[in-house]
């Protein structure tokens, strides 16, 4: 899917509070921008065909090897090329991230065997399932693939890297954009045993992650931490909506939710919002298995989050 995902600001002017896309929106980001000012030299020569570099950085701070990480440009890359690796036949824990489908079917040629993908925590509704519940699904699919993009999101435990690159049928997908706001930049990677990665290597794109990228992954796991929400506010918001009206929310352990509205579309509303309070939420009615009322919120300042709720009180009132 091209278009329809969250975070489509750039179709729109002036937009001066995102809800639409479930990242730390406000992280401060000058020092890397000034680290990688000071390094224009890496924009004049080819990156490494691999990243190696930042690999061994991430298998250090994950406690693992090097040979069970690939860094890959977003988790959507890493995404397609699991996909294209491992062409099972695949069933989807939905709804949820449309790119799951878009790629297996790409790809699926081999019906013999199944492999189960799922979103941890789960976007767009951000539920969380347990380990126990991995384990489970591990002793029941040829393949588990993990997209983890929201780790950070959450409370909730967590599968482990580590945990990961002992259980012989799951694959990891993490995400450097999600874990520090970072979405422009393009980084994510695999985590999963080696019979696994070498099998993924195979089909690896030389040269897929840019120098300047690769960069700022090495700055920002030695100088930065992941960028952690606020649930107590996301709570908040959680409870405010939920109190209006025409509009119902799913419980979420994460910053973000899905919601829907008793009447009226999402469009409506997401036009409503951009148009009359320059605010963008993410229409989910796209998401299988949803409606053209659901919408999805990333929690994001005390006052931006309260402005929402107006707002969105406004639009209903109005209908």
């Not at 690769?214 to 506010?233: Q, W, Y």
């Not at 709570?235 to 509205?261: E, I």
Request: aromatic share 10%; net charge negative; glycine share 4%.
């Amino acid at each position: 899917m091209i278009k329809g995902h969250g975070d489509d600001a750039y179709r729109y002017e002036d937009i001066r509070s995102d809800f639409s896309s479930n990242i730390c929106v406000h992280e401060d980001h000058q020092d890397l921008m000034a680290h990688l000012a000071s390094h224009p030299e890496l924009i004049s020569h080819y990156p490494e065909p691999e990243a190696w570099s930042l690999e061994k950085m991430i298998a250090k701070h994950l406690g693992i090897k090097p040979e069970q990480v690939i860094v890959t440009n977003g988790a959507t890359e890493a995404i397609y090329l699991i996909a294209q690796t491992f062409p099972f036949e695949y069933i989807i824990l939905g709804p949820t991230f449309s790119e799951y489908e878009d790629a297996c079917k790409m790809f699926y040629s081999e019906p013999e065997q199944t492999s189960l993908w799922l979103c941890n925590p789960n976007n767009p509704n951000g539920h969380v399932y347990s380990k126990s519940e991995m384990k489970m699904f591990a002793r029941n699919f040829n393949l588990v693939v993990i997209d983890q993009s929201y780790e950070y999101s959450t409370l909730q435990p967590m599968l482990s890297a580590k945990e990961t690159v002992r259980m012989n049928n799951v694959i990891q997908i993490h995400s450097m954009t999600k874990a520090y706001g970072v979405p422009g930049l393009r980084l994510g990677f695999i985590t999963a045993r080696e019979p696994f990665t070498e099998k993924l290597r195979q089909n690896l794109r030389p040269w897929s992650v840019n120098a300047l990228a690769i960069e700022a992954g090495k700055f920002l796991l030695e100088n930065k931490k992941p960028c952690k929400p606020d649930l107590n506010e996301t709570l908040q918001l959680y409870k405010s909506l939920r109190a209006l009206k025409g509009v119902s929310v799913d419980s979420t352990s994460t910053n973000f939710m899905l919601c829907k509205l008793s009447k009226r579309t999402a469009a409506e509303l997401k036009d409503y919002l951009v148009r009359e309070h320059r605010m963008l939420i993410r229409d989910a009615s796209n998401f299988n298995g949803l409606t053209a009322r659901h919408f999805r919120v990333a929690s994001q300042t005390p006052e931006e989050n309260d402005a929402l709720v107006a707002a969105i009180n406004q639009f209903l009132a109005n209908g």
